[in-house]
């Protein structure tokens, strides 16, 4: 028996020391929005369950104003089930190559997730709400932020939010 212990114990080093493990998400991050039509909250997949972690390089994600004279936006994330989202493949034509592409993405139709930091919960581990202030004031259909989000050694979600009118970093690294 000690032997065998023995056996195993090299054999898991010798694959440690030729192979490199790697931690995965086992759930997936998203951010939260209104749903106009349907007049209710869906999801917007921003890193999928599977993916390693920490993340090589940030998702970003470009975000304006939806409301005449709009001062603020507030970003809810929420924890997505793996499996959640359905996919959709879009085809489009991109004038830089002057070629038509297509590129499979995920629908915003999760409506399960779990939101990390919307409030409602009084667990001292809650997050509190993400409000990023709009100054000067936007207008729908222009550019207002970009959000990076990447998810760190510890598997803690981490966002830095630019203003992109004012090249300013509002949270960074939060």
Same mark, same amino acid.
Request: charged share 20%; glycine share 6%; hydrophobic share 35%.
């Given at each position: 028996?000690?032997?065998?212990?023995?056996?195993?114990?090299?054999?898991?080093?010798?694959?440690?020391?030729?192979?490199?493990?790697?931690?995965?998400?086992?759930?997936?991050?998203?951010?939260?929005?209104?749903?106009?039509?349907?007049?209710?909250?869906?999801?917007?997949?921003?890193?999928?369950?599977?993916?390693?972690?920490?993340?090589?390089?940030?998702?970003?994600?470009?975000?304006?104003?939806?409301?005449?004279?709009?001062?603020?936006?507030?970003?809810?994330?929420?924890?997505?089930?793996?499996?959640?989202?359905?996919?959709?493949?879009?085809?489009?034509?991109?004038?830089?190559? $002057?070629?038509?592409?297509?590129?499979?993405?995920?629908?915003?139709?999760?409506?399960?997730?779990?939101?990390?930091?919307?409030?409602?919960?009084?667990?001292?581990?809650?997050?509190?709400?993400?409000?990023?202030?709009?100054?000067?004031?936007? $207008?729908?259909?222009?550019?207002?932020?970009?959000?990076?989000?990447?998810?760190?050694?510890?598997?803690?979600?981490?966002?830095?939010?630019?203003?992109?009118?004012? $090249?300013?970093?509002?949270?960074?690294?939060?």
């Amino acid at each position: 028996p000690a032997d065998r212990r023995s056996g195993t114990a090299l054999g898991a080093a010798r694959l440690s020391s030729a192979a490199q493990l790697q931690d995965i998400l086992y759930h997936g991050y998203g951010l939260r929005y209104w749903d106009m039509r349907e007049e209710r909250h869906k999801w917007i997949p921003l890193l999928e369950a599977g993916l390693t972690y920490p993340t090589p390089t940030p998702r970003t994600l470009v975000l304006g104003a939806s409301l005449e004279g709009q001062t603020s936006l507030e970003l809810i994330f929420g924890e997505l089930p793996a499996g959640a989202q359905d996919e959709s493949t879009e085809v489009f034509f991109d004038p830089a190559t $002057n070629q038509m592409s297509t590129r499979r993405s995920a629908l915003g139709s999760v409506l399960n997730a779990r939101p990390l930091n919307d409030g409602s919960t009084a667990s001292a581990n809650e997050l509190s709400p993400c409000i990023v202030p709009l100054d000067p004031p936007a $207008n729908p259909g222009s550019d207002c932020i970009r959000v990076d989000l990447a998810v760190d050694q510890d598997r803690f979600l981490r966002v830095t939010v630019t203003d992109i009118r004012l $090249n300013a970093v509002l949270f960074d690294n939060r």
